[in-house]
């Protein structure tokens, strides 16, 4: 972190608009990429983003150390994620509304639909940590700080979800293949 | 320890997100050569990660999504306006946070300072401008004084030349704007001090200096010398003096005449004279002699000669101004006076304006009296000093006489307190005067009265003779008391007088007089009450009387009778001796009260005897054994346990109320909470 950005989040904690609001344009992605990462819809998750950047403003003096602003932004909004999915009573499938909406081969979509569900056994964390890779093309370095895990953890996750992913997969990768 | 083949997936993973350092790659690489199964899982894992990477792709936020969130974000929380905004921010700043405390803690230490009455570092602040303000006057008198000093004598330039330059910079009366160019010349005058707030007192300090020795005392003479346009001449003073004397005289008369005599050589005159005579013929007086002022200390010197000096006093008192205000008060007075008398004669306006000149003269004309006489007053007063001579005789305090006053108290005890009441009033006669007398019933029947009565002296002895024969004497006091008359001390030649005695009786019945002698005892004896009533008649022979008595009997077949008795100490041993043959006597305790002051008549003095006798009952009471006793046992324990209960209620009734408020706040904070998510 260089000093401009520790700056930055330096001013916005201390009640800086502008900065915050460059924070804002920075940090939004990785926030949506953690929201979509569990939630699996992006209405949702953009009201979670969206919801979690208000409550940092209004909680901002609670950090007392610039560097760990983004991390506790991304704790928020994987919290309210949480309380999220928590709230909404039968899990919704979003591959549905794609379905309807997009129109593509039958191919791609049943591939697209294994997929999916594939995702939405994964656990949450996986999940994210997918979103976050594959979202934003971060490096690992940027999801470890932004999920608080460390590098061999990561590597784990990232490891195992895709070992899940291709094995539910394997018959319709094998056709296309 | 864990191989690649064990960990393919994730070594796999971070190969494609080329996340692998170089020697981790050519590990993986050796390893996918000699390893099949891990060649494929390879190139399904490569497969998956193109299609994770085209499918979530599509997932991507738009590229509004940033303004979106923005935009959204601005609505949700407004600007806040300027000076709100600015406070709160500067408010989070550690440093602001840091001196608002310092602030308010040194604000709460002002403040307690003020209440405790110490002085304050403001106060300090403040006489540091009184000081200034204080100087500025100064200046300006110097710079006014120098003004006029300058023209009065130019000879001494040289000394008032610092502060005229002074004063010409200042002098056209611009007061407030000499502030400024004062600090200027303050920093010429002293080289010392550099900055300007320091410099102040300091400042002032060197241009008093400078200004005040010569400068700006003769500043000051000039200044007064007009305003004391009549000077006036010391002997124009009005002084009043007057003194007092207290001299002690053989012989008031002879005073007086010679006190006459030394007023007239001394040109005065005796004003007043005034005597009183004592009871012990002794005279007491004072006289005030008028005299020049000038004479006065000559007659002081010679009055002393007279007598005894006990007391001397000498005044002098300045009207001086007094005495010229109201003059002064008076000629305007009389020119207020003439003025509305010219009004009145001119008799043009209303007839009210005309009634209100009449009032106002009327007003003013009083006044001018009161002045006048003011001033004739002070007049007389200031042409004569008074002298005030006290004079008293020698052994002013000797008595004329004695009284020789008798006092008797007399207590009685008697069985019929109304008989004798009446007896002794029936004594009155002339000589015995009966002043005060009393019969007191209370509500148990006890009856007291008291009589005071004051018998002639020569009759005194008689009469408490025969008011001590009405009954028992308890107790009887005299006393006698010598009271001088017109004065104190001793006089050889002082007649005694003896006054009327004066006596106070006071009748109880004897039931009430205190027993000489208490006993108490105790007869075990089978039959309680047939010797209970045994005893009773032995008492009756023995001239005693019962008191009283109770008789009990309890449930386990115990009896007890109480008796108390009073019989004349003479028969006291005989009834003692006949309580034998009733059973046996135990516990006799005999408590006696030896009076030393009365004169008692001892064979009568009653005694007290309390008897009990009693029986030993049952040896187990029917209230012992099995089953009373567990019947017992049990009612206690219900009883505890009810006793617990209340307490229990108790605690609840204190309790519950809190627990309520508890309940109910976590109440409102949870739904508080949940209304905020």
Redesign the interface.
């Known amino acids: 972190m260089d000093a401009s950005e520790r700056e930055q989040y330096r001013a916005a904690i201390h009640g800086d608009r502008e900065a915050f609001e460059m924070i804002i344009r920075t940090h939004s992605r990785t926030l949506f990429a953690i929201a979509y990462g569990i939630l699996q819809n992006r209405e949702e998750a953009e009201d979670v983003v969206q919801d979690s950047l208000v409550k940092a403003w209004k909680t901002r003096w609670r950090v007392r150390d610039p560097e760990k602003f983004p991390a506790w932004l991304c704790t928020i909004a994987r919290h309210r994620a949480h309380d999220m999915a928590r709230k909404r009573r039968p899990v919704p499938f979003p591959h549905e509304t794609l379905e309807t909406s997009e129109t593509k081969t039958a191919h791609t979509t049943a591939i697209d639909q294994q997929l999916h569900s594939a995702l939405a056994a994964l656990p949450e964390l996986h999940r994210a940590a997918l979103t976050l890779r594959y979202f934003e093309e971060q490096d690992y370095r940027s999801i470890e700080n932004a999920l608080g895990l460390t590098n061999g953890a990561l590597r784990g996750i990232l490891g195992r979800a895709l070992a899940s992913l291709r094995k539910q997969l394997r018959p319709a990768l094998a056709s296309l293949d | 320890m864990t191989t690649i083949h064990d960990?393919i997936?994730?070594?796999?993973?971070?190969d494609l997100?080329g996340?692998l350092s170089e020697n981790e790659r050519s590990v993986l690489h050796t390893h996918l050569v000699d390893c099949a199964t891990c060649r494929k899982?390879h190139q399904?894992?490569k497969?998956?990660?193109k299609?994770?990477?085209e499918?979530?792709?599509?997932?991507?936020?738009d590229l509004r999504?940033?303004h979106?969130?923005?935009s959204?974000?601005?609505s949700?929380?407004p600007?806040r306006s300027g000076l709100v905004?600015s406070l709160?921010?500067l408010m989070?700043?550690r440093p602001v946070q840091i001196t608002a405390v310092a602030a308010i803690l040194l604000a709460l230490i002002q403040v307690g300072r003020m209440i405790t009455g110490e002085r304050a570092t403001m106060l300090r602040g403040r006489e540091g401008y009184a000081n200034e303000e204080v100087f500025r006057q100064q200046r300006s008198q110097v710079a006014s004084g120098v003004g006029r000093a300058g023209g009065l004598d130019k000879s001494d330039e040289l000394a008032a030349g610092r502060s005229q330059d002074l004063a010409l910079k200042a002098t056209p009366s611009s007061l407030p704007a000499s502030r400024p160019d004062f600090h200027e010349d303050a920093k010429t005058l002293s080289t010392t001090v550099a900055p300007a707030k320091m410099a102040q007192p300091e400042a002032t300090e060197v241009l008093r200096r400078s200004a005040s020795p010569e400068n700006f005392a003769r500043a000051e003479v000039a200044e007064q010398k007009p305003a004391e346009a009549p000077a006036p001449a010391s002997a124009n003073r009005k002084l009043i003096r007057n003194a007092t004397v207290q001299l002690e005289i053989v012989s008031f008369d002879d005073a007086v005449q010679k006190i006459t005599a030394f007023a007239n050589e001394e040109h005065g005159y005796v004003a007043t004279t005034n005597s009183e005579k004592q009871a012990n013929g002794k005279l007491r007086g004072e006289v005030v002699v008028k005299v020049l002022p000038e004479n006065l200390d000559r007659l002081l010197q010679k009055l002393r000669g007279l007598g005894e000096l006990k007391n001397q006093t000498l005044g002098t008192e300045d009207v001086t101004k007094a005495y010229f205000d109201t003059d002064a008060r008076l000629k305007n007075a009389h020119v207020m006076e003439q003025r509305l008398i010219d009004m009145l004669n001119v008799k043009t306006g209303k007839v009210a304006d005309l009634l209100q000149v009449e009032k106002e003269l009327g007003r003013v004309r009083e006044e001018i009296e009161k002045m006048q006489g003011d001033l004739k007053y002070w007049d007389s007063q200031v042409q004569f000093a008074t002298v005030t001579i006290a004079l008293a005789e020698k052994d002013m305090e000797e008595p004329a006489a004695f009284l020789l006053k008798e006092r008797a108290q007399l207590s009685l005890y008697a069985p019929d307190v109304e008989k004798i009441y009446n007896d002794i009033k029936a004594l009155a006669s002339p000589k015995v005067r009966i002043t005060n007398a009393q019969l007191n019933r209370d509500y148990s029947g006890r009856v007291s009265a008291t009589i005071s009565m004051l018998i002639a002296p020569e009759e005194s002895d008689a009469v408490i003779g025969r008011v001590k024969g009405f009954g028992r004497v308890e107790n009887f006091q005299m006393q006698t008391q010598r009271i001088a008359q017109g004065g104190s001390g001793i006089s050889e030649n002082a007649k005694t007088k003896r006054d009327k005695v004066e006596l106070n009786i006071t009748i109880s019945r004897d039931e009430q007089e205190q027993a000489l002698q208490q006993t108490s005892l105790r007869i075990r004896t089978s039959s309680v009450d047939e010797k209970a009533k045994e005893l009773r008649t032995l008492a009756e022979k023995q001239g005693g009387r019962v008191r009283s008595s109770t008789f009990n009997r309890d449930p386990d077949g115990r009896e007890l009778a109480k008796v108390w008795l009073r019989v004349p100490m003479k028969n006291y041993f005989s009834l003692i001796q006949s309580l034998n043959s009733l059973g046996k006597v135990e516990n006799v305790s005999v408590q006696r009260q030896n009076r030393t002051d009365a004169q008692i008549d001892e064979a009568n003095a009653p005694a007290d005897v309390s008897i009990q006798v009693y029986s030993q009952g049952n040896i187990i009471s029917y209230k012992t054994g099995l089953f009373p006793t567990l019947r017992r046992t049990l009612t206690q324990s219900a009883g505890a346990i009810m006793w617990s209960l209340r307490m229990i209620g108790v605690a609840i009734a204190f309790l519950a109320p809190w627990v309520i408020a508890i309940i109910v706040i976590v109440w409102i904070a949870k739904r508080v909470i949940r209304a905020r998510?």
């Not at chain 2, 499918?55 to 936020?61: C, F, G, I, S, Y």
């Open positions: 960990e997936d994730n070594w796999l993973a971070a997100h996340e899982t399904e894992t497969t998956m990660n299609i994770l990477e499918t979530l792709a599509q997932e991507k936020p999504f940033e979106r969130m923005l959204r974000f601005r949700r929380i600007q905004k709160v921010d989070r700043l998510r």
